[in-house]
């Protein structure tokens, strides 16, 4: 156990000193030949805290409508009178003049195609009932749960898209819960910017503003976006956000006012190109969230699939439109329900505190390690250090976030790390005792015979950390990627660094009594 191999003498020495100098690369910033760091949380940066639910009630009531035009359908092909439709409390609602009301459930139950068959929950996306002759439809329980799937994936998607789009540093996006949206934007103290943006569904089209008065069945009335003016615009979508390409804040340097430029694909530019050139004379109106933006009246056929977009906008509110407009809709409202602002002088203080409490530990650890094991203690306190170089080092690889329960998990690898070269120099002990001779033997076994012990204490606790790592999140998380590096590096330093550097002193001093 005490003899190493040159080859693995210097892998040792090598794997030692790259990972000590990318640690102390988050010193030397850009000097630095490797450009990785660590970055740290909102915790210790200070920054904004977010979580959002997503409201699946509109996309509810939306799939109902359109279910609702299905079963009149399906029905109809069967030759099964049906009528009186109506949606309610999230349920489709009708009536039948069929006697046999066991026919229209089942076939309404065995039909995949109006109700899809889940094969992973053994469930269909609706359910049927009757009651006092009304048959009611609704979504399924695993029905909600898919939705809610499907809405989650595409709004973490967005939400993704325009954060990143902002500029911010390291921000961590992640899902909570079945419907809900944690974002950290580390580094940012101000978060109504991202709020506003982050608010907004982004539901953009174009649609024509009719001459009627009274709104009917196919207009609706909505309001200009200051709130000036209400028009009535057909329902009709002549374009939608769906086939927008591109759009970015433009100065036009005819009426000196800043716009938002678009670029549509190729189906959009010609259906584009066809409305503008029946409706010369009409007004266009642009609709985001069922708010018009403007209304500008059609001069001319606009067949390059390209416009502009104008409302009065500032240069920031014009980015932010054309950053909505390019990361796309969102498919559901988002609520803020929770928001926290970590300010830069909190987040000072927590890292002053983690230091102050890891020189602390460190200090109380060097000293009581000396005094015990005198020579060895101070091997083992090499060891210790280089041991969080280590550590600091594969976060710093990784470009890992430090968080405060990061900070807690590196002072605990220093406990861990001590407690594994205690175990080794108690057994070294025992063997002393025993009157062997040979310190070669004795520092041998007792090596040798402490690894299955120190094995099963750091393997045992990092499998609740990789638990703690599945299942937790956030700040849970980062404790649990530190804790688990950190045993990883304890099992390396105490079974290479410092059985090397007790190896050294050992061979050296062969026939010489040690007091340990």
Known sequence: MLYFSKLKIISTILFTVFLTYICFSNLLGSNSLINKKINLGLDLQGGSYLLLEVDNNPVIEKNLQTKLLQIKNFYKNKKIK???????????SFKSNSEDSEKIISLFMEDNEINPYYENYKANQFEISLDQ???????SKYGIVEINRSLLDQAVEIVRKRIDEVGTN??????????????????LDNPDRIKNLLGKTANLDFRFVTNTNDASFGTDKLMTLDDTEELNVSKRVIISGDNLVDAKPQMDNINNETV??????????????KATKD?????????LDNKIISAPVIRDIIASGSGQISGGFTFQSATDLALLLRSGALPAPLNIIEERTVGPDLGEDSIKAGIYSLIIGFSLVFFYMIYKYRLFGLISNIALIL??????????IFEATLTLPGIAGIILTVGMAVDANVLIFERIKEELRKNISNNIQAFDLGFKRSVVT???????????SIILFIFGSGPVKGFAVTLSIGLITTLFSAYFISRHLT????LRNREKKFFI
Do not use: H, M, W, Y
């Not at 049906?82 to 489709?92: A, M």
């Not at 390291?170 to 580094?187: C, F, H, Q, Y």
């Open 387 to 396: 041991n969080i170089f280590l550590l600091i080092g594969i976060l710093t």
């Open 503 to 506: 190896s050294i002193i050992v």
């Open 82 to 92: 049906v009528f009186d439709f109506s949606i309610n409390n999230q349920k489709i």
């Open 454 to 464: 120190i094995l099963d204490a750091n393997i045992t606790t990092l499998i609740a």
């Open 279 to 287: 409706g010369i004379g009409k007004r266009l109106a642009i609709v």
């Open 260 to 273: 938002v430029s678009f670029t549509l694909d190729r189906v959009g530019a010609k259906k584009f190109g």
């Open 133 to 139: 002759n009304i048959f009611l439809v609704a979504f």
């Open 170 to 187: 390291e921000p961590t996006i992640a899902k909570n819960g079945s419907n809900r949206i944690l974002v950290e934007l580390p580094g």
